[in-house]
């Protein structure tokens, strides 16, 4: 029929070989999206779980000292230790949130003790 056979077979293999590289590639962008969402979620709740965390501490700190009217290592072990038990409730297991709350918030005081405190002075705080 003058229809050249092996060129026709060779136009289909080519054709067939264009589906499957671009399958593989419609299917490696699919991973490569699902993997994205997969660390974009879990930034967003690691950032929400330091936030939380910074707030508890900042939180409690800040209205211990108020109502001391004190500024020292007591504060920052107080806030320290409520962001610690917060940190260790995803353990469920009460010995573990306990040193998380104790660890933390010797560590919190610690730092304290070492840098001190920026920002205002005691006589600017008015206690």
Same mark, same amino acid.
């Given at each position: ?7 026709? $077979?060779?136009? %289909? ?6 589906? *499957? =590289? /671009? ?6 962008? +699919? ?39 004190? $500024?020292?290592? %007591? ?6 230790? *409520? =962001? /610690? ?6 353990? +469920? ?35």
């Amino acid at each position: 029929t003058g229809i050249d056979t092996q060129a026709l $077979k060779s136009k %289909v293999a080519a054709s067939t070989t264009a589906d *499957a =590289a /671009g399958n593989d590639v419609k299917n490696g962008l +699919r991973h490569l999206l699902g993997r994205s969402r997969a660390v974009v979620s879990s930034m967003g709740r690691s950032s929400l779980g330091f936030g939380l965390f910074l707030g508890i501490f900042n939180g409690v700190s800040c209205n211990v000292e108020t109502i001391r009217k004190r $500024k020292d290592w %007591v504060n920052s072990f107080a806030g320290g230790a *409520a =962001a /610690g038990t917060f940190a260790g409730l995803n353990t +469920r297991d009460p010995r573990m949130i306990m040193y998380s709350a104790l660890g933390t918030g010797v560590v919190t005081s610690a730092v304290f003790v070492a840098f001190g405190v920026s920002g205002l002075d005691d006589k600017s705080a008015g206690y």
